[in-house]
């Protein structure tokens, strides 16, 4: 969100104090972000700790931080140097707070500097492994050998340790690689227990979280599942129904499953055909709610509408906004047919509430989602998110709880706009019709081949490119067909997946058999970046 970066942090930060009166029963590690690449990280390996975690920004005030009441509080690290004019620092009545802190990196050098010490450049920086020989195993390196394999990336370094603090730990660079002040709970080590590369950096975390800050172990998803179906029941009150918009995807399913737990009758659903669904997409979701679900879904075929404001569009963007702007004129039209309604309910999860706010800074829009920033004020609805401090596997855990059928679970993410964003150029019946075909043969045969589950997603798109084919001896001037599959942790960066060529031999030969008007077939060998995961 260019230009909004301080205004979506104050917003942030009321959220923040208004969520809390929710869930100031569950014991909680709040992380201050300075804006490290893995802030992120560290949250959620205190969740895997199965202590509840929240990532704030690194200058939430003092008050609001004393409202959230964490048990402990950490300090990530980040890209500044603190002695650096304009530096990140946090509210100085933090430190104040009686509460434990652990600095990593950044915020160990951040805890140095306030309580006194000296950060310096170092003579020489220090990227990758460390051998880090513990001085110290009492607290926060308890239940761990006498040394371990750690990972850095620094370039300043503590020089003078201040008062009242202790070596706990060093490495053959770094005599202050960890420190301690064991009286007043406060640590700050120079490496970062949150990767991977660390050994046993989740004890490290643990120890602080559980050990030193006394957060009970309470975090796991049918606490969530328990906690947030009684907030439901009391923000939504006994009388008062919710829309909630699905795609029978998991994100819209899980929240479906949930509000449905927790309100019954008073939610409807609404799940939208444009016309642009993989193939007989409407009847699988219609099916499944009805039949696994149990849950009231209307059904709209809205295709005629969305097909004709699409005709002989060909710009990505154009086609993201009509179909956005067209998705809100149907709910309103749902609305006012099957309402009245007080509530909409969406599928934020923790990823995009963060990415809208937090840590990132101005970025350049690359694609237009139409869910976000698309939801238009003339609903006059107020929007519940259930899932907004969730992470994308959380959610799936959640899912299945609440005995969401696997069939629903394991389908690949679809993009709202659909078959709109797989189909280059101008949408037209033949390209539909041969993007859907062509993907439900690339869909079925990575099932046959046990690859569907392995991959994050795989479908074929169409453009106006064609290619002579010879079919039983005739020529045919036909499309050429886009097969991508790739792989994906998050969406966020991707890479094409190493197929074996008798599985791509098959997907071609099944393609330009059975499409009709398909003669040519290519593969996807681009990452993200630089390519992105859909081509429009
Ligand atoms: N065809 C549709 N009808 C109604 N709402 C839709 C439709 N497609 C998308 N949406 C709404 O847009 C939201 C965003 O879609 P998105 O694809 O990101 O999530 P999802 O479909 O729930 O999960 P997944 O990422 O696994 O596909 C959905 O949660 C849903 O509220
Ligand atoms: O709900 C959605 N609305 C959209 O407008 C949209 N565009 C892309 N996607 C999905 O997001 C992930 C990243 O896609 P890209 O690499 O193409 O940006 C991939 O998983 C895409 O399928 C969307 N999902
Ligand atoms: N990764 C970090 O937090 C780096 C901290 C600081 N910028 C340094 O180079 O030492
Ligand atoms: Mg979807």
Redesign the pocket.
Same mark, same amino acid.
Request: overall charge neutral; cysteine-free.
């Given at each position: 969100m260019p230009g909004c970066l301080q205004g979506c942090w104050k917003r942030l930060e009321a959220e923040i104090m208004a969520e809390d009166d929710n869930n100031n029963k569950i014991d909680k590690i709040v992380v201050l972000d300075f804006g490290s690449q893995y802030s992120h990280l560290i949250c959620r390996r205190i969740r895997e700790a199965n202590v509840y975690c929240e990532l704030v920004p690194y200058n939430t005030p003092a008050k609001a931080l004393k409202e959230m009441d964490p048990k402990g509080i950490i300090f990530s690290g980040g890209p500044a140097s603190v002695y650096a004019k304009g530096a990140p620092k946090p509210d100085r009545q933090i430190f104040a707070m009686g509460k434990p802190i652990l600095g990593i990196c950044y915020g160990h050098q951040v805890l140095v500097d306030n309580f006194g010490g000296k950060v310096k450049r170092a003579a020489s920086r220090e990227y990758g492994r460390a051998g880090l020989k513990i001085d110290d195993d009492s607290d926060l390196f308890k239940n761990l050998d006498t040394s371990i394999n750690c990972w850095m990336s620094h370039g300043d370094a503590a020089e003078k340790v201040p008062d009242g603090f202790k070596v706990i730990g060093h490495t053959e660079n770094s005599q202050s690689a960890a420190i301690g002040d064991h009286e007043r709970k406060m640590y700050g080590i120079q490496f970062h227990p949150e990767v991977v590369h660390t050994e046993r950096g989740m004890q490290i975390l643990k120890n602080f979280a559980q050990e030193i800050s006394g957060a009970k172990p309470e975090w796991d998803m049918q606490s969530f599942i328990d906690t947030t179906v009684k907030e439901i029941r009391e923000q939504v009150g006994k009388d008062k129904r919710v829309l909630?918009?699905?795609?029978?995807?998991?994100?819209?399913?899980t929240?479906a499953a949930l509000m449905h737990r927790a309100i019954g009758k008073q939610l409807s659903c609404?799940?939208? #055909?444009?016309g642009l669904?993989r193939q007989d997409e409407e009847k699988e979701v219609v099916r499944l709610f009805k039949e696994h679900l149990g849950i009231d879904l209307i059904y709209v075929n809205a295709e005629k509408r969305f097909l004709s404001r699409l005709k002989g569009v060909t710009d990505p963007e154009k086609k993201r906004k009509i179909i956005g702007d067209q998705?809100a004129k149907e709910f309103v039209t749902v609305a006012k047919k099957h309402g009245p309604f007080q509530w909409l309910a969406?599928?934020t999860l923790y990823p995009d509430v963060i990415e809208s706010g937090v840590s990132k800074g101005p970025a350049a829009v690359i694609k237009t989602?139409? #869910?976000v920033g698309g939801l238009p004020k003339w609903l006059k609805l107020q929007v519940i998110e259930p899932l907004r401090f969730l992470y994308k596997d959380e959610v799936r855990k959640v899912a299945k709880l609440l005995e969401v059928p696997d069939e629903l679970l394991k389908?690949?993410?679809?993009?709202?706009p659909?078959l709109a964003v797989r189909i280059i150029g101008a949408i037209t019946p033949e390209k539909t019709r041969i993007a859907k075909h062509a993907s439900k043969i690339v869909e079925d045969e990575l099932k046959a081949a046990g690859y569907y589950d392995k991959v994050w997603q795989a479908y074929a798109a169409v453009g106006d490119d064609r290619a002579v084919g010879v079919l039983g001896d005739e020529r045919v001037y036909g499309h050429v067909v886009m097969v991508r599959v790739v792989e994906s942790i998050d969406a966020m960066t991707a890479d094409w997946t190493r197929l074996p060529y008798d599985v791509i031999e098959r997907i071609s030969n099944r393609i330009t058999n059975e499409v009709e008007g398909a003669t040519w077939v290519t593969y996807a060998v681009s990452s993200k970046p630089p390519a992105t995961i859909e081509p429009q």
């Open positions: 909630a918009a699905v795609s029978g995807g998991i994100d819209s399913t929240v609404v799940f939208i #055909n444009h669904l998705f969406q599928g989602h139409h #869910n389908r690949h993410p679809f993009p709202g659909g």
